[in-house]
């Protein structure tokens, strides 16, 4: 017992230290207080929740802000934006028949795998620096900066082929 009260203090001493790079984080990637506010509550309650899934305690910041990212993209899934295309149908463009055309920017980013889309979607959309998403990701930012351009060579490679 006296083990799980020094887990929750260490624990909740950990969020502490990190409190303004979770905020920073989310508002990031969210671009709105209130909502990088409530995504960080969700991400400390998760993490405190998993706290035994943690290996390694130096590795607390990135795991954290790796929680912290997943529910910054959750909620950014559930509150994407719908248009009515009836209201805006005289505004589409009729397909094209070149797939190259079809094929926008972003599909191609949703192609890229795991470890080439997130290094994208954070650097390009997002607007995170190499460091952020060093952290974010808990690899090194040499390996970003590697994923960056195999992600780039490999949109290019998408969009001449397509």
């Known amino acids: ?14 969020v502490i230290e990190n409190q303004e790079a979770l905020f920073r984080t989310a508002k ?6 209130e909502d990088a506010e409530d995504a960080v509550q969700e991400a400390i309650c998760a993490a405190f929740e998993r706290r035994q899934s943690l290996r390694d305690a130096d590795k607390f ?3 954290l802000l790796r929680i912290l990212a997943n529910k910054c993209y959750d909620a950014c899934r559930k509150r994407r934006p719908s248009v009515d295309l009836s209201e805006v149908e005289e505004c589409l463009r ?7 055309e079809r094929l926008t920017l972003w599909q ?25 998403i060093s952290g974010v990701l ?8 590697t994923r960056l351009s195999r992600g780039r060579a490999r949109l290019r490679v998408l969009l001449r082929e397509e």
């Open 108 to 132: 191609a980013v949703m192609t890229l795998g795991d470890d080439l889309r997130a290094p994208v979607t954070l650097f390009y959309y997002d607007g995170l620096s190499i460091r952020e």
């Open 138 to 145: 808990g690899i090194s930012e040499a390996a970003v900066k």
């Open 1 to 14: 017992m006296m083990q799980a009260a020094l887990d929750k203090e260490i624990f909740c001493a950990r």
């Open 61 to 63: 910041r990135p795991w």
């Open 94 to 100: 009729a397909p094209e028949t070149d797939a190259a």
């Open 28 to 33: 990031a990637i969210l671009r709105n207080d």
